[in-house]
């Protein structure tokens, strides 16, 4: 008989759980409510906040009154700007990892300091994080990224919460041979850290992995790329029920 095993780190990290929670208390207290891109990156999830009437915008721009807000991933500086100038209600749901990154790259950009975003350019995070820090960071993605790095009298690196450990320490020691004086933060949130790591010793002891998650999540498309090098063919990805090959 198939015996299936549940990890031991599975559903919503804890930002994620704390803006849901969130979403849904605000949607019984206030009449107009929208979340700045989707909440999360969880098709499913984005559906039944819509249905319980939180509706997803996009811009700003877009709207004239209401309550917006702020998703798990955080937004730049000129987004809260903005939101004050229309007279917009803000419900900060940024995850405190997400914020504590933000305050350090406007911190250390006061001071002085070059700062190096280690991430994906794309993702809404590290555009997030580099509006706290005039949108002037450097945001290195590969080795290539990091070895073009011209030399810099100050560096402050930070890491995108969801990077991978090894890639984040591998690309950290490129950076520092191009500062002369370069502090560094692990910022990689430790609910990542966990799941990448049960999933892997997971994947060690399995025939084959079943990863539910967004396809367009960044955390779950790196447990994906994780268990497929333990099994390369028999991880599936999949974000409903009705996408499992239950016949293979
Ligand atoms: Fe989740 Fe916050 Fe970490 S949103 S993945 S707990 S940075």
């Known amino acids: 008989m198939m015996k299936v095993i549940v990890s031991n780190h599975s559903g919503f990290c804890f930002g994620v759980e704390k803006a849901m929670n969130t979403a849904f208390t605000e949607v019984n207290n206030k009449d107009s409510i929208y979340t700045l891109g989707p909440l999360i990156h969880n098709k499913q999830a984005v559906e039944k906040l819509e249905n319980n009437g939180i509706k997803t915008i996009e811009k700003l721009d877009e709207l004239e009154e209401g309550t917006v807000i702020i998703r798990s991933h955080g937004v730049p500086k000129n987004v809260y700007d903005m939101a004050y100038?229309?007279?917009?209600?803000?419900?900060?749901?940024?995850?405190?990892?997400?914020?504590?990154?933000?305050?350090?790259?406007?911190e250390y950009k006061e001071k002085g300091y070059n700062i190096i975003i280690i991430g994906n350019p794309d993702h809404p995070e590290v555009k997030g994080i580099n509006g706290w820090c005039n949108n002037e960071?450097?945001?290195?993605?590969?080795?290539?990224?990091?070895?073009?790095?011209?030399?810099?009298?100050?560096?402050?690196?930070?890491?995108?919460?969801?990077?991978?450990?090894?890639?984040?320490?591998?690309?950290?020691?490129?950076?520092?041979?191009?500062?002369?004086?370069?502090?560094?933060?692990?910022?990689?949130?430790?609910?990542?850290?966990?799941?990448?790591?049960?999933?892997r010793s997971l994947s060690q002891k399995v025939e084959a992995m079943v990863v539910i998650g967004g396809y367009h999540s960044s955390n779950t498309q790196k447990l994906v790329e994780i268990c497929k090098q333990e099994n390369p063919d028999t991880t599936f990805h999949i974000e409903t029920i009705n996408e499992l090959p239950i016949d293979l």
């Open 85 to 106: 100038e229309k007279k917009l209600g803000i419900v900060d749901a940024t995850c405190p990892f997400v914020k504590k990154i933000q305050k350090i790259a406007k």
């Open 137 to 199: 960071a450097y945001i290195v993605k590969t080795r290539d990224d990091a070895k073009k790095l011209p030399f810099l009298d100050k560096i402050c690196i930070v890491v995108q919460t969801t990077m991978s450990l090894s890639l984040y320490l591998e690309l950290a020691q490129i950076i520092e041979e191009k500062g002369k004086e370069v502090v560094k933060f692990n910022t990689i949130c430790s609910a990542t850290k966990d799941r990448q790591e049960a999933a």
